[in-house]
């Protein structure tokens, strides 16, 4: 089992940065896919980024492409997801969640484990 601490959110003009933290509790953290999802206002939660065990395959939503990188470090056990070139629309409690089959998925079903939420805000 892992638990699962986000942070890094916060209040950002359009056009910045962010760069958010998922820290996870458990030895075998590197085994797990873990996926960024975010839930804006009156909306589905939705897959923004994930990345797989091992190597490290990554999985991008199309309205974050080139503008998120999602990346990870086994050895402090925490995914990181840079945001730049954020928009007002990128506006959302950001969410990690952790799958220990190993391989990105991009449904909530498929994750059992969940992190708390970190919101962002993109306003000017």
């Known amino acids: 089992q892992v638990q699962l601490v986000e942070s890094g959110g916060g209040l950002v003009q359009p056009g910045g940065s962010l760069r958010l933290s998922c820290a996870a509790s458990?030895?075998?953290?590197?085994?797990?896919?873990v996926g960024w999802f975010r839930q804006a206002a009156g909306k589905e939660r939705e897959f923004v980024a994930g990345i797989s065990w091992g190597v490290g395959s990554t999985n991008y939503a199309d309205s974050v492409k080139g503008r998120f990188t999602i990346s990870r470090d086994n050895a402090r056990n925490v995914v990181y997801l840079q945001m730049n070139s954020l928009k007002p629309e990128d506006t959302a409690v950001y969410y990690c969640?952790?799958?220990?089959?190993?391989?990105?998925?991009?449904?909530?079903?498929?994750?059992?484990?969940w992190g708390q939420g970190t919101q962002v805000t993109v306003s000017s």
């Open positions: 969640a952790a799958d220990d089959r190993g391989y990105v998925t991009t449904t909530t079903q498929s994750y059992p484990y």
């Open positions: 458990g030895r075998t953290f590197s085994r797990y896919a």
